[in-house]
């Protein structure tokens, strides 16, 4: 028997601490006393966003200033299939009320300790746990040393995703380049991602590895680390990567870029129309800098990705 879709209006609503808020379902209902992010079942005439607006003023009192896109999720219950249109709630008027929940909790996204949490909601918290920049680094280019010192300043100022991309170097120096990052990152609470060579990544002990799109579209299965990404250009890419279930993709170029020239450009619409819908967090990439963070955010992406911009 099939269920009904429900296509579901869901906030992430946010402090500047990066707390979020959720609401624990009252009881005599479908999942009474599963904790759950707000939201609710977009009418019809309704876009997700004005369902948003109208469900947060219902259930919690508050009027949304601010609500960036960012994911969507689709989860089949027994009752629904739900697809479940994720924002970052960022700005809002008024005092926050309990209307509809039996009750409410910041919560972290490295530390939740509420529980049972709807399992449609569940692997939402990793994309939390993500931070909204995403540096690549380019040693290639600038030479190793340059790009330590330029990585050394960056972390300080709080990068904390990191992208080795070095295939332009000979081994011996990829590999001592990325042992002394890896360390960096990691004596800096950072995360760090080895693109493309697996056994490199391994061997760094780094959290993860970045794919080029042709080797994604390779890729027998996911690999056992705890950040798995790929660059993404194309629908078929990013299909994939949903399927593999990667923890992010990296999506371009969105601008003219120096590192890919002969490239057309996606401009924000077309990055838009590509990643609508997308159930994985979505770094915007080409030609960006941290001042393209709104516009990035607007069009739904997670945050952007950067090569120079995020290291001068």
Wanted: aromatic share 8%; net charge negative.
């Amino acid at each position: 028997m099939s269920v009904k879709k429900v296509e579901v209006a869901a906030a992430v609503i946010e402090k500047p601490d990066g707390s979020f808020l959720l609401g624990r379902r009252p009881p005599n209902g479908i999942y009474a006393g599963w904790w759950e992010f707000p939201g609710g079942k977009v009418e019809a005439g309704e876009t997700p966003q004005q369902a948003l607006v109208r469900e947060l003023e219902e259930e919690l009192g508050i009027e949304v200033e601010c609500a960036y896109p960012w994911i969507m999720r689709e989860h089949v219950y027994e009752h629904a299939h739900v697809r479940l249109h994720f924002f970052r709630v960022t700005e809002w008027r008024g005092e926050l009320r309990d209307l509809q929940h039996d009750q409410l909790s910041w919560q972290m996204a490295d530390d939740v300790f509420v529980s049972p949490v709807l399992p449609a909601n569940a692997p939402v918290f990793a994309g939390l746990r993500l931070p909204l920049q995403y540096g690549i680094t380019h040693a290639s280019e600038i030479g190793i040393e340059a790009q330590l010192d330029a990585l050394q300043r960056a972390l300080a100022r709080g990068l904390r995703l990191v992208q080795l991309r070095e295939g332009g170097l000979a081994q011996d120096a990829r590999e001592r380049f990325v042992m002394a990052a890896v360390e960096m990152c990691h004596a800096q609470g950072a995360r760090v991602l080895v693109n493309s060579d697996v056994e490199l990544a391994r061997k760094a002990r780094a959290d993860g590895v970045h794919f080029s799109s042709a080797q994604l579209m390779a890729l027998d299965s996911r690999p056992g680390f705890a950040l798995v990404a790929a660059s993404c250009h194309t629908p078929e890419e990013l299909a994939r990567a949903a399927q593999l279930e990667l923890n992010f993709v990296a999506v371009g170029t969105v601008q003219p870029t120096l590192s890919h020239p002969g490239r057309p450009a996606l401009g924000w619409d077309g990055f838009a129309e590509l990643t609508r819908d997308f159930p994985l967090p979505v770094f915007a990439l080409g030609g960006l800098s941290p001042g393209d963070m709104e516009s990035a955010r607007r069009n739904g992406a997670h945050g952007i990705a950067a090569i120079r911009s995020i290291f001068v």
